[in-house]
């Protein structure tokens, strides 16, 4: 549930713009369940034969979510991916035709604070788990600042703040905006299932390319320590693992050898070489 000071805000948010009833009315609603999100229960390692037991469920909503915005994939001839940005960018319209953009303008300071919550979670629980070591470009690293590599966990963190941001303020303006279906509905549904991450990643098995829908969870498996599970959709069990801060196409195997590839996914600052 909203807190009792960011219920003052949004009070004075929906007085001080003369919003309607009906409206904030949803705007309360979407940020109830926004607020809902445990961040502290999702960044909390669990045994690996407990995050197992959820992966019929998480295979659903994974699949679910892929079919949301399938559509607007096809119809723009694009990714899955980049495919998200349409029903945000359409809500934003709506929302201008409505009188709304101010409002969420300000509401969005809620949501952004909802995600940096998630964003310190992230931190503390990346702290203690396993990551990937300093990266040495043979030249003076910037510790300080992290310019020099995307690949530690402290920009790990940060993108996994980012992207609940996203995802948080794209759920909140379709809920109010668009009456007819919410895209981003599943979304919030696998972080209300223990997502940290929600990624699109173009994968290769048996030089077959496919994109597919990727959470990360944070998970203790034997012998690995406590690590970031990578889940595609339609695995049965959790086949590949990561440290904390390594790039997105390094994966490990839980047991054997790996027979997947991670060849591209859309944040041109995780690409591979």
Request: charged letters at 25%; a negative charge; glycine letters at 4%.
């Amino acid at each position: 549930m909203i807190d009792k000071t960011d219920k003052i805000i949004l009070d004075e948010i929906i007085v001080r713009h003369h919003v309607d009833q009906k409206t904030a009315s949803l705007m309360g609603q979407s940020l109830d369940r926004i607020n809902s999100i445990n961040e502290y229960k999702n960044f909390k390692y669990e045994p690996l034969e407990e995050f197992e037991k959820r992966l019929p469920k998480l295979n659903s909503l994974k699949e679910k979510a892929t079919e949301s915005f399938r559509p607007f994939a096809n119809r723009y001839h694009t990714s899955l991916c980049a495919s998200m940005g349409v029903p945000m960018m359409e809500s934003i319209a709506m929302s201008k035709k409505s009188g709304n953009y101010e409002v969420f303008h300000a509401l969005f300071g809620l949501t952004n604070a909802k995600a940096k919550r998630f964003g310190l979670a992230a931190l503390y629980s990346a702290l203690q788990g396993q990551k990937n070591d300093i990266p040495n470009t043979g030249d003076i690293y910037n510790i300080v600042f992290d310019r020099d590599s995307p690949w530690t966990y402290r920009n790990e963190v940060e993108h996994m703040e980012e992207y609940a941001r996203y995802h948080f303020n794209s759920y909140v303006i379709n809920e109010v905006e668009n009456l007819t279906s919410n895209p981003f509905e599943p979304v919030i549904s696998l972080y209300e299932l223990g997502s940290v991450d929600f990624i699109f990643m173009q994968t290769e098995h048996d030089k077959v390319r496919t994109e597919r829908l990727c959470t990360f969870h944070t998970v203790n498996i034997p012998n690995k320590g406590d690590v970031l599970a990578v889940h595609m959709t339609g695995d049965e069990k959790l086949i590949h693992y990561r440290k904390w801060g390594e790039p997105y196409f390094t994966i490990h195997p839980v047991d054997g050898n790996i027979k997947l590839r991670i060849v591209g996914i859309a944040d041109q600052r995780f690409m591979a070489d």
